[in-house]
């Protein structure tokens, strides 16, 4: 370009004012000259529409090398989208709706934050729906669907967990133009399931142990590997082992440990153990907070007591104590809180330390006024000092016939134990008293266990058990 005319003029009564610097005006000079060099586009030769579709396609090329150097450090992933990535069907210019669904912590929200918003170059809106309110969305459910119909959109409805919310924000495929693709995270599948649309429907799972290590040195190293030093507490000692493949996990406990010395490390994996990490339980605890009452109980008792169970065993032992757990555990499954195998009910480990935890800070100080009780260590110290009270609902001790409980008590004192009046399960494995003590209150007993005991009669006298459905001597 050739500064002439007023531009000239302009640059010549700069040159006046700083006569002193006139380095400076020569870099004004040289940067105008720079930019009126750059090719560009004239609105003027073609429609709007296209011209707008090419300036976003250079943006998207200038950002994509951004976007690469951002998922460096998250390379562990990308085994898992590409899998997602088939379910987008790019290429195809049907409406799709892509739902993706697991436990809290497993990494939802990344799967669909990373390569996904830029490999697919068409309009993107991420919208966060938690904590917005039903009767907002349904107000702006028309102009919501006016906006997007006819337009080749990616949505991503992070964190959905109401049916209203999918209705009012993306009720079906004629709400969007041809080529569009809508991404709904959840924690729950029956979501995805219930609303009127069919879906591509995406599993996201717990990492594989090489994974694990992967991610959580890249936390805790900022490399993909662990330090000399720290190979033993990294892979053989647990701190991989008991994030258990949890995404959130690897990433909190990389980042707590990262900078810290071995000695910090022994302590905070011997704590962490005992009370997990604050920001792993808020995190989990949300989908539990979402449940029904009952729904809550069935997920603290297999949490505290069944885990690991045959399942059919658990239905029957929560149906004689009242609830529905057929439905029950359905909806833990779908909510991604319980596993079922086709046999066996589980549960991820850092879901079973939080149910645990819930139950202990309902007396943190007192194990006779919680709802339920499994360990040796707080069964002993309600049946020793007499502390049981009608907030205990269950107790559950797996223990071996080479368990010596005579040690730990006398054999009087379970019959002290006679305010455990609210008391429904009872499953004591290899029971070491030859009967059940007179005295002990069980009205409400509905399910008592006790495999492998030493019990030649259960009672001496009359016993009012007038609830009590299964007696399981074997």
């Not at 059940?436 to 495999?451: A, F, I, R, T, Y």
Request: proline content about 2%; overall charge neutral.
């Amino acid at each position: 370009m050739n500064q002439k005319g007023s531009f000239c003029e302009a640059f010549r009564k700069h040159e006046e004012n700083f006569a002193e610097s006139k380095e400076k005006v020569q870099k004004w000079r040289d940067a105008l000259r720079e930019v009126a060099n750059l090719s560009g586009w004239d609105s003027k030769d073609q429609l709007e529409t296209k011209l707008i579709e090419e300036v976003v396609a250079q943006v998207w090329k200038k950002l994509e090398l951004r976007f690469s150097s951002y998922n460096d450090g998250l390379v562990v992933i990308d085994t898992r989208l590409e899998e997602l990535y088939s379910t987008l069907k790019i290429g195809f210019e049907d409406v799709c709706f892509i739902g993706i669904w697991g436990m809290g912590g497993i990494g939802r929200s990344l799967a669909k934050e990373m390569k996904v918003c830029y490999s697919y170059r068409i309009k993107f809106s991420h919208l966060n729906i938690k904590g917005m309110v039903i009767e907002t969305l349904s107000e702006r459910k028309d102009s919501l669907r006016n906006l997007l119909s006819n337009k080749k959109v990616l949505l991503v409805l992070d964190d959905v967990s109401s049916k209203s919310q999918l209705e009012n924000l993306a009720g079906s495929h004629a709400w969007f133009g041809r080529g569009s693709r809508i991404i709904i995270t959840t924690r729950d599948k029956h979501l995805l399931i219930s609303h009127a649309v069919l879906f591509e429907m995406y599993e996201s799972n717990i990492l594989n142990k090489s994974e694990s290590l992967q991610l959580f040195c890249e936390k805790a190293f900022k490399k993909d590997k662990p330090e000399e030093d720290y190979f033993e507490l990294s892979k053989t000692k647990s701190v991989v082992d008991y994030a258990g493949g949890l995404p959130l996990a690897l990433e909190v406990l990389g980042s707590f440990l990262c900078g810290r010395r071995i000695s910090d490390w022994e302590d905070a994996l011997i704590k962490i153990k005992q009370v997990p990490h604050d920001d792993i339980l808020n995190k989990l605890q949300i989908s539990y907070d979402m449940l029904e009452d009952e729904h809550k109980t069935i997920f603290l008792d297999i949490a505290c007591f069944f885990k690991g169970w045959y399942k059919h065993k658990v239905i029957q032992i929560l149906e004689n104590c009242g609830f529905h757990p057929t439905l029950g555990i359905n909806v833990l499954i779908e909510k991604s809180l319980v596993t079922f195998d086709g046999r066996v009910i589980g549960m991820h480990d850092m879901l079973e330390e939080m149910g645990k935890t819930l139950v202990f800070l309902e007396s943190p100080n007192d194990p006779g006024k919680r709802s339920r009780l499994w360990s040796l260590e707080d069964i002993d110290e309600v049946l020793r000092n007499n502390k049981g009270t009608e907030l205990v609902q269950g107790i559950v001790l797996k223990s071996s016939p080479s368990m010596s409980f005579e040690a730990c008590w006398n054999p009087e004192a379970f019959s002290k134990i006679c305010n455990l009046s609210s008391l429904k399960v009872h499953i004591w494995r290899a029971y070491p008293m030859n009967t059940l003590p007179l005295g002990v209150q069980l009205d409400k007993l509905v399910h008592l266990q006790m495999v492998n005991s030493k019990v030649k009669q259960l009672w001496n006298g009359t016993q009012y058990f007038g609830k009590l459905k299964v007696i399981d001597l074997s």
